[in-house]
């Protein structure tokens, strides 16, 4: 345990067995970010045959605000999580409360069918689409970034339910791909269109939760 200017870091590594490491990286993802209070700071997957992933939160839980990140090394066989914070004791217990998710996760998903787990990935990918959506959107990145996360976890949605009846995030994310393909793709979208894309996507995490729930 580190204190870093006013606040406590508390760091923890652990090593993981799953051979898809991408999948490890997004299991922690979901894990820190499947709560409300989480919003999406900052992101990374290093574009290579070694996989690298980072990713970081500003968290409010339990009346606690914490700075937290993930971090997935291939090399390493290794999850990393950091949390800062006020309250060195409140960070132990929320650190402690991750960790056991996520291994719980790590669990079941070394448990379920390869059909189930295929699924799983899938909505996985959706989840991080959606928490990146929102962080382009708040960072007023071009319409072109925002677009590619709407289309990207729009078709992972498809994939993950395939042979479900016909999903409404299916329909309403088509819904908002016609309505903003057609404004201009190097530009941030207009504040009241990114507003209610934004509250629009809230909504798809939601059932995004209620998809990967089913597997873990």
């Known amino acids: 345990m580190e204190e870093v200017g006013d606040k406590t870091e508390v760091s923890r590594t652990s090593s993981y067995q799953i051979a898809d490491s991408a999948v490890v990286f997004r299991l922690a993802w979901y894990t820190v970010a499947s709560k409300p209070g989480v919003l999406l700071t900052e992101y990374s997957e290093a574009e290579s045959q070694i996989f690298k992933g980072k ?101 992972m949605m498809i994939k993950a339910t395939q042979g479900e009846d016909l999903h409404s995030l299916t329909l309403s994310t088509s819904g908002w791909l016609s309505e903003i393909e057609s404004l201009p793709r190097d530009e941030s979208p207009p504040a009241n269109i990114a507003a209610e894309l934004a509250k629009k996507t809230i909504e798809w995490k939601k059932e995004t939760h209620e998809v990967i729930a089913r597997y873990l």
């Open 55 to 155: 990713a970081m939160f500003s968290v409010d839980a339990d009346s606690q605000k914490y700075d937290v990140r993930i971090w997935v090394e291939e090399a390493q066989r290794s999850v990393e999580i950091t949390v800062w914070g006020k309250n060195g004791k409140a960070i132990h217990e929320y650190l402690e409360t991750i960790e056991s998710a996520l291994n719980a996760h790590l669990e079941k998903f070394a448990t379920i069918s390869d059909d189930e787990r295929a699924k799983l990935r899938r909505a996985l990918v959706a989840k991080t689409c959606w928490d990146r959506l929102i962080f382009e959107i708040l960072n007023k990145a071009p319409l072109n970034d925002v677009y590619i996360q709407l289309a990207h976890g729009r078709e």
